[in-house]
T-cell receptor, first 114, second 110 residues
Framework: NAGVTQTPKFQVLKTGQSMTLQCAQD?????MSWYRQDPGMGLRLIHY???????DQGEVPNGYNVSRSTTEDFPLRLLSAAPSQTSVYFC?????????????FGEGSRLTVL | EDQVTQSPEALRLQEGESSSLNCSYT??????LFWYRQDPGKGPEFLFT???AGEEKEKERLKATLTKKESFLHITAPKPEDSATYLC???????????FGQGTTLQVKP
């Protein structure tokens, strides 16, 4: 079982560059989300989606863009990378039917912006 | 404002030395309290869900409890393989969002 798959695992960017973090899940989960994890800050929600074609902002959405064209995929785009976006990014998914914190996480993508 | 605070930030135990991790929360309309385990370089892995004060859940050497203001993760006779960061999160009825604490990093020495 693959679960939630994130690519790439590591990435180094220069300020101003753009890139896309990929996330795919094979559990047929309607809900997908992106978090960033920084030391001492806990996990913070960037964007989320409750189904194909539906996305919404989380706690820290600025500088990031998402789309959801299929149930399986939820890419996160950095439009113009800044050093403040250096972080570890996690994609997570769950069933939509009931609110629950039982999220399935990917292994993370570690991004460094120089 | 919805808030989750975990203590201590770090905890070192000897193998077999029992202890507890704390998760204090302030939230409008609690929609569940959730514990996760995170190993270095990995994503968080779900452990427990607690919904109401007085509820308890157990898994191997871990037991989670819930009151109206906090949750405890009790670790009984820990082993080195229990070393990890433990995350607490609450569901907010006000925002419908999941709010995470900063985590407690547990190290168990043999």
């Amino acid at each position: 079982n693959a679960g939630v798959t994130q690519t790439p695992k590591f990435q180094v960017l220069k300020t101003g560059q753009s890139m896309t973090l990929q996330c795919a899940q094979d559990m047929n989960h309607e809900y997908m989300s992106w978090y960033r994890q920084d030391p001492g800050m806990g996990l913070r929600l960037i964007h989320y989606s409750v189904g194909a074609g539906i996305t919404d902002q989380g706690e820290v959405p600025n500088g990031y863009n998402v789309s959801r064209s299929t149930t399986e995929d939820f890419p996160l785009r950095l439009l113009s990378a800044a050093p403040s976006q250096t972080s570890v990014y996690f994609c997570a998914s769950r069933r939509r039917d009931l609110f629950t914190g039982e999220l399935f996480f990917g292994e993370g993508s570690r991004l460094t912006v120089l | 404002e919805d808030q989750v605070t975990q203590s201590p930030e770090a905890l070192r135990l000897q193998e077999g030395e029992s202890s507890s991790l704390n998760c204090s929360y302030t939230v409008s309309g609690l929609r569940g309290l959730f514990w996760y385990r995170q190993d270095p370089g990995k994503g968080p892995e779900f452990l427990f869900t607690l919904y109401s004060a007085g509820e308890e859940k157990e898994k191997e050497r871990l037991k989670a409890t819930l009151t109206k203001k906090e949750s405890f993760l009790h670790i009984t006779a820990p082993k080195p393989e229990d070393s990890a960061t433990y995350l607490c999160a609450v569901g907010s009825g006000n925002t419908g969002k999941l709010i995470f604490g900063q985590g407690t990093t547990l190290q168990v020495k043999p």
